[in-house]
T-cell receptor, first 112, second 116 residues
Framework: RKEVEQDPGPFNVPEGATVAFNCTYS??????FFWYRQDCRKEPKLLMS???SGNEDGRFTAQLNRASQYISLLIRDSKLSDSATYLC?????????????FGSGTRLSIRP | EPEVTQTPSHQVTQMGQEVILRCVPI?????FYWYRQILGQKVEFLVS????????KSEIFDDQFSVERPDGSNFTLKIRSTKLEDSAMYFC??????????????FGPGTRLTVT
């Protein structure tokens, strides 16, 4: 089983739609979780951290399910500018000596 | 807005040559990282660096690789004898705190390394 696994997509949805991605992780000792977005041939940019209680930032909602070892990202009212690859990132600890693992990413394409 | 910078943007080198990739992290950040991304593949962690020493490294970061913070601003990745499979985009990142907290890692724009 991959350490961090994502559906590669692509997800092709119309503008205004709601879209959700899941990411599963294999290490039950994982401590911190993030969603990044990466535009084509650009660097990853942090979208949001994922907290145990779930968190929301505007149109974006992230959830963590430790029991089932997955995190999710929900995008509401999608915009053309949301087209990107969404990367799930998991770390093994809280210190700098943490293993940092990126998922392969889920491609999202928003059509007009 | 402060940003991480990387030079060069593209480096072409011959197999067996040494290359040094340079990064200038954000000035008040304490933690530094190198990642690589082979074209079409996922971002892979190479190494983290704090307080002038390596904190964590992946299996990819073998004896061919080394990192250094030669002065107060630069953070470098050296590949001693490049192989064809080292061709990738190399990203530098920095954060004010360790990646395991909610602190954001800021990524540089990357250096595309092509080994011929």
């Amino acid at each position: 089983r991959k350490e961090v696994e994502q559906d590669p997509g692509p997800f092709n949805v119309p503008e205004g739609a709601t879209v959700a991605f899941n990411c599963t992780y294999s290490n039950s000792a994982s401590q911190s979780f993030f969603w990044y977005r990466q535009d084509c041939r650009k660097e990853p940019k942090l979208l949001m951290s994922v907290y145990s209680s779930g968190n929301e930032d505007g149109r974006f909602t992230a959830q963590l399910n430790r029991a089932s070892q997955y995190i999710s990202l929900l995008i509401r009212d999608s915009k053309l500018s949301d087209s990107a690859t969404y990367l799930c990132v998991v770390t093994s600890g809280y210190s700098s000596a943490s293993k940092i693992i990126f998922g392969s990413g889920t491609r999202l394409s928003i059509r007009p | 807005e402060p940003e991480v910078t990387q030079t060069p943007s593209h480096q072409v080198t011959q197999m067996g040559q040494e290359v040094i990739l340079r990064c200038v992290p954000i000035s008040n950040h304490l933690y530094f990282y190198w990642y690589r991304q082979i074209l079409g593949q996922k971002v892979e962690f190479l190494v983290s660096f704090y307080n002038n020493e390596i904190s964590e490294k992946s299996e990819i970061f073998d004896d061919q690789f080394s990192v250094e913070r030669p002065d107060g601003s630069n953070f470098t990745l050296k590949i001693r004898s490049t192989k064809l499979e080292d061709s990738a985009m190399y990203f530098c990142a920095s954060s004010p705190d360790a990646a395991g907290t909610a602190y954001e890692q800021y990524f540089g724009p990357g250096t595309r390394l092509t080994v011929t």
